[in-house]
């Protein structure tokens, strides 16, 4: 069973930086971070594989960075030059043996003024 508890969000002004980390519990094949603005579908923002590479959203490339921290088993997200466009309340999610992602933290809310 695995387990993801997000961390990290808040407010802050456009152009500014928030990290973002989710604590995770259980063994994981395949990591990312989703997110959903209101009234949009929940969309994906980065993805870390089993084999450490990333992919990442073109609206957020370049600006965000997906890592994973084996010592404090943490998956995290670095979030520089914030937009207004990247509120959203902000998901953790896991997949176990493949990248489906069946298990979801329960948010982070993320708000960017202008």
């Known amino acids: 069973q695995v387990q993801l508890v997000e961390s990290g969000g808040g407010s802050v002004q456009s152009g500014g930086s928030l990290r973002l980390s989710c604590a995770v519990s259980g063994s994981t094949y395949c990591m990312a971070w989703f997110r959903q603005a209101p009234g949009k579908e929940r969309g994906w923002v980065a993805i870390?594989?089993?084999?450490?590479?990333?992919r990442y959203a073109d609206s957020v490339k370049g600006r965000f960075t997906i890592s994973q921290d084996n010592a404090k088993n943490t998956l995290d997200l670095q979030m520089t030059n914030l937009k207004p466009e990247d509120t959203a309340m902000y998901y953790c999610?896991?997949?176990?043996?493949?990248?489906?992602?069946?298990?979801w933290g329960q948010g982070t809310q993320v708000t960017v003024s202008s």
């Open positions: 999610a896991a997949g176990a043996t493949q990248c489906a992602f069946s298990y």
């Open positions: 870390r594989y089993n084999d450490s590479s990333t």
